[in-house]
């Protein structure tokens, strides 16, 4: 049922509590997973800040992305699963959605990162903005168990 099957990570391991629900629902023989990361400059806190990195910042932060998502790919790939690696420029709400529109994504598997309260407000809801905006389904595995 679930084809292409879309894991947004950031390189924490809150993010990562999305791969063992992603790799169950992947075990069909048609099915992959697409692992993405986002890679973009970092909003400032103040408004008012500039963020200038040198030309450097981008390239290097891509590659280190890379060798993350590569690492995450082979445990899948020694499992069985078929696996594709993605980086994206856009802030992680746009890629997601850019990159799950462009795949023809079936199901987003995605973790929360259970902000809440001023933090939320000021860093936003990747999660929130996903569940409003993707046009397939979204599954939303907690920041914690409550088991």
Do not use: F
């Not at 040198?54 to 590569?70: H, P, Q, S, V």
């Amino acid at each position: 049922m679930y084809e292409k099957i879309l894991v947004p990570l950031d390189g924490s391991a809150l993010a990562e509590r999305a791969i063992p629900h992603a790799r169950e629902i992947a075990r069909g023989p048609r099915s992959e997973i697409l692992l993405l990361q986002a890679v973009n400059l970092p909003m400032p806190v103040v408004p008012e800040a500039v963020l200038v990195p040198d030309g450097k910042w981008l390239d290097e932060a891509k590659k280190e992305a890379a060798r993350y998502l590569d690492g995450i790919a082979a445990s899948l790939r020694q499992a069985g699963i078929r696996v594709r690696t993605l980086l994206d420029e856009r802030p992680p709400a746009d890629a997601i959605l850019h990159v799950a529109t462009r795949e023809k994504v079936d199901l987003i598997v995605i973790s929360t990162h259970g902000r809440g309260g001023l933090s939320r407000m000021l860093i936003g809801s990747v999660t929130d903005k996903l569940l409003r905006s993707a046009t397939c389904p979204v599954l939303v595995v907690p920041a914690e168990s409550k088991r």
